[in-house]
C-alpha cells in the first residue's frame, strides 16, 4: 500500500480531509472487501492528489490549466487503479459487475477520443476550476449552500445566485460539447429541437424526438445536462464524470451528508453553521491538522461502509484478507468481554447508564458482600445452611469487536462492528472510555457523549439488522497523547454484548 500524500500546508490538509471519505466511499462500491476498499482508496488518493498538485487544482501547486475540481479527479482516479488492478491480475478483489463494465466499450469512452467522452465529463472541465467545484458540491457532495460557501470562500448572501449561474454556464458548455461531437444525420437533425425543449421547464418532448432519446445514449446524455429543471443534473454529473457506480455513489453522498450534518436538525442551524446543545451531535471536523492526520494514518472512514440495500452491491465475493478487519499495523482490536480486569465493567454487565444487571436471588450483591464475610455476619444472625443456587445469566445476543484502525498525536479513527443474533428495528450502541477521549465525529450513526459514556444511534436508512446479521459504523476522537485505551461496557439496547 503506498504511503499517503504529506499536506504541504494547512489548506492542503482542509482539502484532504474532504476528499478521502468521497474517494474511500467509492473505493468501497469498486470492491468486493473492505481491505482492498481501504488499499484500492489509498493507491488512488496518492495517485489523484499528485496529478492535482502537477496540475494546480484549487490550492495545490504547479502550472495552471482547466481540470477537474479535486474530489471528480480523485474519483476518476479511483476508477483508473481499478482499471490498472484487473489488468494487473488482482481483478477478483473488484466488484464483478465493475469488472465486466472495465472491459466493456463503455469504459472505453472514459478515455478514447475526447469527442467521444461522456458529455458531462467535457462540460465540467469547460468550467473554470472554482465554479466546477461549486456545481459538484452543491449537485453531487449534496451539501448546504452555506457550508459550500465556507469551503469555497463565497459570499453566503449570493452563492445561491452563483450556483444559478454555473448551472447555466455549465448547459452552455454541454450544449455546445453535443453540436462538436461526431453525430450521424438523424442526431444531427434532433440537435436543434434538443436545445429547445430542454430550455422550458414546461415544454413537452415530441414523441419522435422522445423514441430517440430511448435508443441513442449520447443524445441522452445531453438532454440530461441541458434539462436543468426536475432534478436530473446531480445523476448526470455523477454517471457522466465517474461512470460506472455513479447513482449508488451519488446516493451514497447524501445519505453521508445527512449522517454528518445531522439529519432533521432546523434549518435554522445549517444555516448557522453550527450544531446547538441538543441537537444531533454529528459533527464536520474543522481541525486541519486533526484531519490531516487522519489521512496520514490510513483512516478507512465508515461512511463508505454502510450497508447499501439495493443501491450498491453485495460484498459476496472477497478473498482472506477481506474477511478481517481493516487494521493498522499499530492499531489495537478489541473484543468486549476481554478487558482487563481493573476497568469497573469488566464483568460484562451493562452499566447503570444503559441497563439494569440481573438481579441476585439475594438482596446483597454477590460479587462484592459474599457469604461468610464480616458484613454479611454482623448483625449476629446465623448464616443460612442451604441457599438458592445463583441463575446463571442469559446469554448475550450480541458481539463487539472495536477496531483502532489509527491515532496520531491528539487523535484517532475506530470503527464498531456488532454481531446480533436477534432481528433490530432500531439500534442504539454504547460504551464507556477510561481515558478521557471524546468522539468528535461519527458516521453511519449519531452520536451523544456524556463523560465518559458514549452513545451511537442508528440512522435511518440502516436502522434494521437482520437476525445473525451485524452493524458497522466509525468515528474520529481525540486522546491526551498519553493512553488510548480501548472502551468497555458495550451494551446494544441496553443490553449487555460480549
Known sequence: ???????????????????????????????????????????????????????????????????????????????????????????????????????????????????????????????????????????????????????????????????????????????????????????????????????????????????????????????????????GLPSALASGVIGWGGLAYLERRRRAAEVRLGAGRPVAELEAGEPKEGASKARLVRNGLLVAAVILSFVALGVSMMPMGGSGHENTASDDADSQPVIDPGSTVASVGTHPSTTPSASGRPTASDSTATAAPSDKNPDTEPQGTASATASGAPAPTTSAPAQPPAAASCDVTYDLVGQWNDGFQATVTVSTTKALDNWRVAWSYRDGQQVTQMWDASVAQDGSRVTATAADYNKNVAANGSLTFGFLGTWNNSKNSAPSGFTLNGAACD
Not at 478515455?111 to 467521444?116: D, E, I, N, V, Y
Not at 469555497?152 to 445561491?160: F, Q, R
Open 1 to 231: 500500500m503506498p504511503d499517503l500524500p504529506t499536506p504541504q500546508d494547512a489548506a492542503e490538509a482542509a482539502l484532504f480531509t474532504e476528499c478521502w471519505d468521497a474517494v474511500l466511499s467509492y473505493a468501497d462500491l469498486c470492491t468486493s472487501g473492505a481491505a482492498s476498499a481501504t488499499e484500492l482508496a489509498s493507491e488512488a488518493f496518492a495517485l489523484g492528489i499528485q496529478e492535482a498538485r502537477s496540475a494546480g487544482s484549487g490550492p495545490m501547486r504547479g502550472p495552471t490549466r482547466r481540470v477537474l475540481p479535486v474530489i471528480p479527479l480523485l474519483l476518476t482516479a479511483v476508477r483508473t487503479t481499478a482499471a490498472e488492478w484487473e489488468f494487473a491480475g488482482r481483478g477478483h478483489r473488484l466488484d464483478p459487475d465493475l469488472r465486466l463494465w472495465l472491459n466493456s466499450e463503455k469504459a472505453a469512452r472514459y478515455h478514447g477520443m475526447p469527442l467521444q467522452r461522456p458529455i458531462a465529463l467535457r462540460g465540467l472541465r469547460d468550467l473554470q476550476e472554482p465554479d466546477a467545484a461549486l456545481l459538484w458540491l452543491a449537485e453531487v457532495e449534496a451539501l448546504p449552500l452555506t457550508v459550500v460557501a465556507r469551503r469555497l470562500g463565497l459570499d453566503p448572501a449570493i452563492v445561491s445566485g452563483e450556483l444559478a449561474q454555473v448551472r447555466g454556464l455549465f448547459r452552455d458548455r454541454c450544449h455546445r460539447s453535443h453540436l462538436d461531437t461526431p453525430m450521424d444525420a438523424e442526431c444531427r437533425s434532433y440537435a436543434r429541437l434538443l436545445d429547445a425543449v430542454t430550455r422550458s421547464p414546461s415544454a413537452d418532448t415530441p414523441e419522435d424526438l422522445s423514441r430517440h432519446l430511448a435508443t441513442c445514449v449520447q443524445c441522452a446524455e445531453a438532454a440530461a445536462c441541458l434539462r436543468l429543471q426536475g432534478g
